[in-house]
């Protein structure tokens, strides 16, 4: 845990703890201080300890709690509003999964390790909009995410590009793990999107995918899944399509999907 996190005052019920404390330490230290002066003069000293110790205990007693829980309220607001500005960042407001900014920038971290990038469209979505409207649009945009969080690993990074587009990371995957994964995806949305806010929508995704190769960017990587997921719509949607497949890859069963 940072040093950020572990000082963070959020509640006010963390402010009246923290103002307690700087209380009692504010009224001890000049209390322990005019009290030193015991070792040396014994009673003699009682006369002045007397005296001054009322003030010097009753001054931070009166001063600390009001100036201790302004300054710390101060803090809490600004450790809310920093985790607020940190949260709309992050994660996409409408549906939980990450921004473009910050998905790009996490897959950036991982990319020496390899691995393929998924690009995901909901299938013919404005004309959910259109007929529907906005609101189911957003539920069914709220959907997909469902589906993200229910198939996906949990290494795996999700984030919406933009409209109806979202791009997912696999670190590690080869083009048949994609593949895997992708088919999965497709299948989920077939049977988890069939109604969505009460309405026979039937929503559907197509998937390009593209495995991550060295020497090349990001930018070129995410081009090449754009181009398979091209493919995949125009060969009739509701399917995925894997950059450079061919029939010399089997295991991903790209001939039956495309011709189903």
Known sequence: MSIEKMFAIRTMRQVYKVAAIVTVFSVLIPVLTFSLPFFFFGEAYMGFFAIAVFPAALIPLLLAPP???VILN?????TLTIERVDELIRHDTLTGVLTRAYLLGKIGELLAQGGSFLMVDADHFKSVNDTYGHDV???ALRKLAEVFRKS???DALVGRLGGEEFGVFLP??????????ADNLCAQMRAEAKH???HEI???ISIGCA???AGHTLEKTMKRADAALYHAKHSGRDRYFVAGASDTMPALILKGKLAS
Do not use: E, K, N, Y
């Open 67 to 69: 100036i201790s829980i």
């Open 172 to 181: 590690g995957a080869d083009d048949a793990q994609a593949a895997c994964v």
């Open 196 to 198: 969505i806010a009460g």
């Open 202 to 204: 039937g929503l559907t």
């Open 137 to 139: 649009g957003d539920q």
């Open 152 to 154: 996906l690993s949990s």
């Open 211 to 213: 495995r991550h190769l």
């Open 74 to 78: 101060m803090f809490r607001m600004q």
